[in-house]
């Protein structure tokens, strides 16, 4: 069974900062991975999609990088900003045999960005 | 404006009663999710349907319904045998079933009362 882990659980840093947020999967054999980011109360807003075949993807601010062999992904972000404030979540997509893909999600890393 | 609609916003459930939270999409996706997320524990998978009149079961799939007789609509049912439902509720979809970016709505919020 795929798991997803996100570490941090939970960053402050000083806005202007440059900060790493981190995501692990146990099973190598995914389709992609996506980083999604919730505001409170809200749904998720996709950031990044990086395909397996892929090992980055830039958009902005933000670098996301996928090492399928090793499990990891990170997700760089640039020159923080308090608006940046928010909870990063991590998923990845894998197949299934019979029933098609599915998406399967870390718990999270709640940013807080100080002015 | 292309995107997902979930409603209602909030939602509140007696005892013993079944309740309908609605998505509709209007991104021509084939493939509809729904995902439960609580405190703590991430989003896990309830149903999903990678096309009209075929859903599957997810992770937690006890005491929810779905149906898919529209491309455009996903409705989940829960259902009173669904003992904890209190939880936050999120629709997504996805053009193919693999390597396409999946898009969220906003989110139901049910409490149970």
């Known amino acids: 069974k795929q798991e997803v882990t996100q570490i941090p659980a939970a960053l402050s840093v000083p806005e202007g900062e440059n900060l790493v947020l981190n995501c692990s999967f146990t099973?190598?054999?995914?389709?992609?991975l996506q980083w999604f980011r919730q505001d409170p109360g809200k749904g998720l807003t996709s950031l990044l999609l990086?395909?397996?075949?892929?090992r980055e993807q830039t958009s902005g601010r933000l670098n996301a990088s996928l090492d399928k062999s090793s499990g990891r992904s990170t997700l760089y972000i640039a020159a923080s900003q308090p608006g940046d404030s928010a909870t990063y979540l991590c998923?990845?997509?894998?197949?299934?045999?019979?029933?098609?893909?599915?998406?399967?999600f870390g718990e999270g890393t709640q940013l807080t960005v100080n002015p | 404006d292309g995107g997902i609609t979930q409603s209602p916003k909030y939602l509140f459930r007696k005892e013993g009663q079944n309740v309908t939270l609605s998505c509709e999409q209007n991104?021509?996706?084939?493939?509809m999710y729904w995902y439960r997320q609580d405190p703590g524990q991430g989003l896990r998978l309830i149903y999903y349907?990678?096309?009209?009149?075929?859903?599957q079961k997810g992770d937690i799939a006890e005491g929810y319904s779905v149906s898919r007789e529209k491309k455009e609509s996903f409705p989940l049912t829960v259902t009173s045998a669904q003992k904890n439902p209190t939880a936050f509720y999120l629709c997504?979809?996805?053009?193919?079933?693999?390597?396409?970016?999946?898009?969220f709505g906003q989110g139901t919020r049910l409490t149970v009362v």
């Open positions: 997504a979809s996805s053009i193919i079933w693999m390597n396409t970016e999946a898009f």
């Open positions: 099973d190598s054999a995914i389709y992609n």
């Open positions: 990086i395909q397996s075949s892929q």
């Open positions: 998923a990845v997509s894998r197949g299934e045999e019979t029933s098609g893909s599915r998406l399967t």
């Open positions: 991104l021509n996706h084939d493939a």
């Open positions: 349907s990678q096309i009209v009149n075929d859903f």
